[in-house]
């Protein structure tokens, strides 16, 4: 290595030599070419013509060299534009990239990890910026924040677990677990002495706490041992909980008993919670100040919140942004009365998947959220309370009230971006309710049917004839985005008109997303229709019989 730096400083040292010589000629050169200027004549043309070519060709040699050394000097990281900027700027460049990474990965399961390495296969935002180069790995190791994310999905004794929670310094942690580790034998004791040996040190940093675990017991276990690890809890802001055996009650076993004071105090100054097949009591208490909940796979009768409960559960959280409740409804023997409606204004998306039609009418009827973005309805079940009329129509109904209701003195339209209605159980002939609904919600940009039989003359609504202008001249005015999958009775010839209508009047939408549609009567071949529908949308997916016709969506 030494050899090769000398070697080095040897070509550097010959090549500034011979151009201070070559400086010197040049001098010499001019000063030769000002005085042959004064004494030059005609009888001198032939001479000067040739040497005028090796002029030429000294001048593009002299260029090629130079624009050689020029590459080589362009390749250093010194001369990049953002290796000049200020290490703290860097640094919060790298803070964003992480948070850009977290937003990406929301709606996608976390990436597995080797087994057989320390490091997980593929490599975060934070290890990435890390190897680039010397500079930006001394910034990247310096920022405390792009390493707080903990997993323990590393082998034991998880070395790269300890290496993440040195580099993360003082920053609050985010600590997930995924049981069982897929390399113990399971149960394993020695596996809770050791995570804990590693974060007990550290539990007052935590501030996310995610445990997903096949069994209740080991879920509980290591919750009983982080609250053992401390006599304060740790200061969480996000606590999920999932139990895929949907087996109970956290606190029901292993003497919890005695942490239930820790347990409240660990709740209290939650913004986020998600449970998942189990839960932690429906106290008042236990969900104040909440941003986001998510009760979900609560099955069984044990695990659901009564109407009381839940309807108490929103009064304590006056600040709540995110609802949803997805398989999880309410224990109908303990309803005493509907009561009044809990006006929820910080509410802006709200779902409810997989549910008793009835639960889903109750949640509509007690929520009033003048300010919502988002509604999610899915996978609605069915309930028999001796109705006659079929619940599809009540889900509708109930839907339609939700929207228009508006609050006292407030003739403004509800606000709502995005709908998305799925599997509603309504029948032949229910497509008229779907137009108050659409009405309801004239700054809708997003909407996604999936499942439901609607109609053409839907579609036909969502067009804008010639001429016609204003908000409530049809529905979906501001549409920018329509999926529509598995919905009978819509056709290509139908919405291939709507879209044209929709470009004449300048309100063209940006994407479309078609799946098993009803066969088209006009006998139209899909590369006419595939043709028609690329000059109508800017992005365009089209699914028959399970294949992608193309897909401009990623």
Known sequence: ???????????????????????????????????????????????LDSKFALLETLELRLARTRRGLQCVRNTSLELVPINKLHPEILSYIFQLGVEQEERDSEDVENSSYNSSNDEPEGRTFAELVSHVSRHWRAVALDTAVLWTKVDFSDPPPHEYT????????RAPLDVSFALPHADLNWPDTEYFDTVMDILGPHIPRITALTIDSPDFDDMTILMYRILQCTSTAPPLKSLVLIDQSASGHVVSSFGFSNRIPQLYELMANLRIVNFDGTRLPYSTSTFKHLTSLRLANMSSVENQPSRDEFRDILIACPMLESLILDGSGFDVDKVTNVGDGVKMISLHTLHLICIPWTDMEYALHVIEAPCLRELKIADVEEADIGDNRHHGERVLQAIQQFLTHRPPGSSSPSPLEHLHLRSTQTVEGSWPQYIPILQAAPYLRILVLYDITLSDRIIDRMGIPDGVTGARAVVCPSLETLKLCDVSNVTFSALIAMLKSRVRSGKKLEVLKVAELTPDPSGDDLETIMNELRLAVDRVVVILDGEPIEDLIT
């Open 1 to 47: 290595m030494l050899g090769v730096a000398v070697e080095r400083k040897r070509a550097a040292d010959r090549w500034s030599e011979s151009l201070t010589r070559l400086s010197d000629i040049l001098v010499e050169y001019k000063s030769a070419s000002r005085h042959l200027q004064h004494l030059c004549d005609p009888r001198h043309s032939a001479l």
């Open 162 to 169: 300890r290496i993440l929670i040195n580099r993360s310094k």
